[in-house]
């Protein structure tokens, strides 16, 4: 039986930058066998001193494809004589959402949170509460979602299957361990329907373009990290414009943005997402009888 104080320690993978913090945390998790969870880029000595640190490895886990998370995953499963499993990784045996994947007498479930990228998984551990976010949510500042594998509207929805696990700490893929999960899913969410407020106010306006808003909402930001800021914005009129809450001027990506007002289903007068004429229940239905 899993007591509720989980063994887990952590390795810091020595790639500090603007997008990794102090660099990527590689968790190690249980014991004889351990889980290794996301070895991080492919750099002999880190690898080395997380093997040394883990033991007998049962299996090595990969949160997403991103080249700070999972490049050294497939060359740690062979220098440890481990399985590598991921959502989207060559060499890797692929993860399904559900799945429980064991090591020893511990078990981990895969939660798929898509939306920082679309093979993002987590992975959780009920019995002490542990959740492994990866790049869904960090011990500090927020997710950087980033169009088209980016999706912001997966991102809430993966956020809100998160809050709904009860999850009493986070180990992400970067930056501290929080120890308040709820209160941090809470807050990331928060963060978002802020940031979408603004920019809804900013069409409210007028026609503007995306450097145009990110001058205003992100004016005490440091010039540096605007084009970062830019993609950020792009996610969120995508999601507007899912909703219909915002449409593109013209075609061309430099253009500019404007509110509109969401369209209902000419069939039942539901509320439509995008442009179509109809909703999707009624889409499925006509479909469905030919009419």
Not at 217 to 236: G, Q
Request: aromatic residues 6%.
């Amino acid at each position: 039986m899993i007591g509720s104080l989980l063994p887990i320690r952590r390795v810091l993978a020595p790639n500090a930058g603007v997008y990794t913090l102090e660099g990527t945390n590689t968790w190690i998790v249980g014991r004889d066998p351990t889980f290794v969870i996301d070895p991080g880029p492919h750099i002999p000595e880190h690898l080395k001193d997380v093997a040394a640190e883990a033991g007998s490895v049962g299996a090595v886990l990969v949160t997403h494809d991103h080249p700070d998370h999972a490049p050294g995953a497939v060359p740690f499963g062979r220098l440890v004589g481990a399985p590598v499993y991921a959502f989207r990784l060559t060499g890797a045996t692929k993860l399904a959402a559900g799945q429980r994947v064991r090591a020893g007498e511990l078990d981990l479930a895969v939660i798929h949170t898509p939306g920082h990228t679309s093979d993002h998984v987590a992975f959780f551990e009920p019995t002490s509460g542990a959740l492994f976010t990866g790049d869904t949510v960090l011990g500090r500042g927020t997710s950087f979602i980033d169009p088209p594998d980016g999706n912001l509207v997966q991102y809430l929805r993966s956020l809100r299957r998160l809050t709904d696990l009860g999850a009493r700490s986070i180990y992400p893929g970067h930056g501290p361990v929080v120890l308040h999960a709820r209160d941090k899913l809470v807050e990331y969410l928060a963060h978002r329907d802020e940031r979408e407020a603004q920019i809804v106010s900013a069409l409210a306006e007028g026609p503007h373009t995306i450097p145009e808003m990110v001058e205003v909402i992100y004016a005490d930001h440091p010039k540096e990290v605007h084009p970062l800021a830019a993609r950020s914005v792009l996610a969120h009129l995508e999601k507007l414009a899912h909703e219909g809450r915002a449409e593109r001027i013209g075609k061309a990506r430099e253009g500019s943005w404007t509110a509109s007002t969401p369209r209902t289903c000419e069939r039942c007068g539901r509320p439509v997402k995008g442009k179509g004429r109809y909703c999707d229940s009624c889409t499925l239905a006509m479909l469905q009888s030919d009419g």
